[in-house]
């Protein structure tokens, strides 16, 4: 049980997915102007990356490793999750419309998310068995939403001071994610 | 002639992929802890990129426009199990260093962005040179930030020594913070120099580019980012 909670723990803050391994960038930077857009980013990756992860883990376990087909990992897993995107979008669209009035206009970006795909392959090569990728998936989609949601609170608020031109927008919202990250490092001591 | 020219040249400095387009971050920051690995990253990527350019722009009048991206993705793909497999073959140690972010250039917003902003509209020759040159532009960009990360944080440039006796790298450059921060202030430089060049010629000065993802092909709510 112990082992479960540090790697839960672990894969939030210590090895944030973001701030720590650099994946999932491009929509950090890009969706965290206002943290309403923020938070439904946030959630929509927890939910994608969680079944992605799962759905890619059985995948190579009963269609690529039996068949000999490992070199295709890449190929198969990026169709996986685009097709996975494409039918959670179609589900919750005919099931749950709130849920996809709130989540729908983000799932389209998810596709081309690295760290959804990123997660999927960590999992595969630190050798994870099923119980555990759903763990290790949902805690780093977690990790995500919760440096996402910090960073567009600090960004609501810097978009009213004022700043030398040159610094406004993409930069020092980089800038800021640098610090954030720098705060983050201090959790390597925690595990 | 002169327009392949203008095709090539504008991923040089105009439309600088990680600088001007804001595009394709990841790699941008994750491998360049040293100038080797921001070069190893920047080939795998030319290679894809100008293939799949040309690809596409093959294909650009055979697929349907509903299922383009698809289509995009499945290209990219089996380019980058190419990329992984002669990586593997021929310089198996860089492959080791970028990790997961080989396989991870198939999501890289480049590769896609270009083959739905340009390869789908263009001529194969025209998307070739578009596809060269921002994979140059990424290389150099990548290869740049890493010589400074190298530098600053280890004191050496592609394994090389080149700081003086007595110099203190600070390890805060090679790591995550370092490469947010390196990046943030290199943007706000690119941005102080357009505006300089602006005000010589009697224009306002203006914010930089923002984070455009609808260059982005798979990026369906561009307004939203």
């Given at each position: 049980?112990?082992?479960?909670?540090l790697?839960?723990?672990?894969?939030?803050?210590?090895?944030?997915?973001v701030?720590?391994?650099?994946?999932?960038?491009?929509?950090?930077?890009?969706?965290?102007?206002?943290?309403?857009?923020?938070?439904?980013?946030?959630?929509?990756?927890?939910?994608?990356?969680?079944?992605?992860?799962?759905?890619?883990?059985?995948?190579?376990?009963?269609?690529?490793?039996?068949?000999?087909?490992?070199?295709?990992?890449?190929?198969?897993?990026i169709?996986?999750?685009?097709?996975?995107?494409?039918?959670?979008?179609?589900?919750?669209?005919?099931?749950?419309?709130?849920?996809?009035?709130?989540?729908?206009?983000?799932?389209?970006?998810?596709?081309?998310?690295?760290?959804?795909?990123?997660?999927?392959?960590?999992?595969?090569?630190?050798?994870?068995?099923?119980?555990?990728?759903?763990?290790?998936?949902?805690?780093?989609?977690?990790?995500?939403?919760?440096?996402?949601?910090?960073?567009?609170?600090?960004?609501?608020?810097?978009?009213?001071?004022?700043?030398?031109?040159?610094?406004?927008?993409?930069?020092?919202?980089?800038?800021?994610?640098?610090?954030?990250?720098?705060?983050?490092?201090?959790?390597?001591g925690?595990? | 002639?002169?327009?392949?020219?203008?095709?090539?040249?504008?991923?040089?400095?105009k439309?600088?992929?990680?600088?001007?387009?804001?595009?394709?971050?990841?790699?941008?920051?994750?491998?360049?802890?040293?100038?080797?690995?921001?070069?190893?990253?920047?080939?795998?990527?030319?290679?894809?990129?100008?293939?799949?350019?040309?690809?596409?722009?093959?294909?650009?009048?055979?697929?349907?426009?509903?299922?383009?991206?698809?289509?995009?993705?499945?290209?990219?793909?089996?380019?980058?199990?190419?990329?992984?497999?002669?990586?593997?073959a021929?310089?198996?140690?860089?492959?080791?260093?970028?990790?997961?972010?080989?396989?991870?250039?198939?999501?890289?917003?480049?590769?896609?962005?270009?083959?739905?902003?340009?390869a789908?509209?263009?001529?194969?020759?025209?998307?070739?040179?578009?596809?060269?040159?921002?994979?140059?532009?990424?290389?150099?960009?990548l290869?740049?930030?890493?010589?400074?990360?190298?530098?600053?944080?280890?004191?050496?440039?592609?394994?090389?020594?080149?700081?003086?006796?007595?110099?203190?790298?600070?390890?805060?450059?090679?790591?995550?913070?370092?490469?947010?921060?390196?990046?943030?202030?290199?943007?706000?430089?690119?941005?102080?120099?357009?505006?300089?060049?602006?005000?010589?010629?009697?224009?306002?000065?203006?914010?930089?580019?923002?984070?455009?993802?609808?260059?982005?092909?798979?990026?369906?709510?561009?307004?939203?980012?």
């Open positions: 049980m112990q082992e479960y909670f790697l839960f723990i672990g894969a939030i803050f210590v090895n944030n997915i701030l720590a391994q650099y994946l999932g960038n491009c929509p950090f930077i890009g969706t965290s102007k206002e943290s309403g857009v923020a938070i439904g980013m946030g959630a929509a990756v927890v939910f994608v990356a969680t079944m992605a992860a799962a759905i890619t883990w059985l995948v190579q376990a009963y269609i690529l490793v039996p068949l000999g087909l490992g070199f295709l990992q890449t190929l198969a897993f169709l996986v999750i685009a097709s996975l995107v494409q039918f959670v979008e179609m589900f919750l669209k005919k099931m749950v419309p709130p849920l996809y009035k709130s989540l729908g206009i983000f799932l389209p970006l998810i596709t081309t998310n690295c760290a959804v795909m990123g997660i999927a392959l960590i999992c595969q090569r630190e050798e994870l068995d099923l119980k555990t990728t759903i763990l290790f998936s949902f805690a780093s989609g977690l990790g995500f939403m919760l440096a996402l949601v910090l960073l567009a609170g600090i960004r609501e608020r810097l978009a009213v001071r004022r700043l030398p031109i040159a610094m406004r927008g993409t930069p020092i919202g980089l800038v800021m994610a640098g610090l954030m990250s720098l705060a983050f490092f201090a959790f390597k925690m595990i | 002639m002169s327009k392949l020219w203008k095709e090539f040249s504008k991923g040089l400095w439309e600088l992929p990680p600088f001007k387009l804001v595009l394709g971050l990841c790699p941008v920051l994750a491998v360049t802890n040293t100038a080797n690995n921001g070069l190893g990253m920047g080939a795998a990527v030319i290679f894809v990129l100008t293939l799949s350019n040309l690809l596409v722009s093959l294909v650009r009048k055979a697929i349907p426009a509903k299922v383009r991206i698809a289509c995009f993705i499945v290209i990219a793909a089996s380019l980058v199990v190419a990329v992984e497999l002669l990586m593997q021929f310089s198996y140690p860089l492959y080791q260093q970028l990790g997961i972010f080989v396989p991870l250039i198939v999501v890289n917003c480049i590769i896609l962005g270009r083959a739905e902003a340009f789908s509209k263009n001529p194969p020759l025209l998307s070739i040179a578009d596809g060269l040159g921002m994979g140059i532009g990424f290389t150099m960009s290869t740049f930030l890493g010589s400074l990360r190298e530098i600053l944080g280890q004191g050496t440039w592609f394994g090389m020594h080149v700081t003086w006796d007595g110099f203190e790298p600070f390890g805060f450059m090679v790591q995550a913070p370092g490469a947010f921060v390196s990046l943030g202030v290199l943007l706000a430089l690119m941005n102080f120099m357009e505006n300089v060049r602006r005000k010589r010629r009697g224009l306002k000065a203006v914010e930089g580019p923002s984070h455009d993802c609808g260059s982005c092909g798979a990026c369906g709510s561009s307004s939203k980012c």
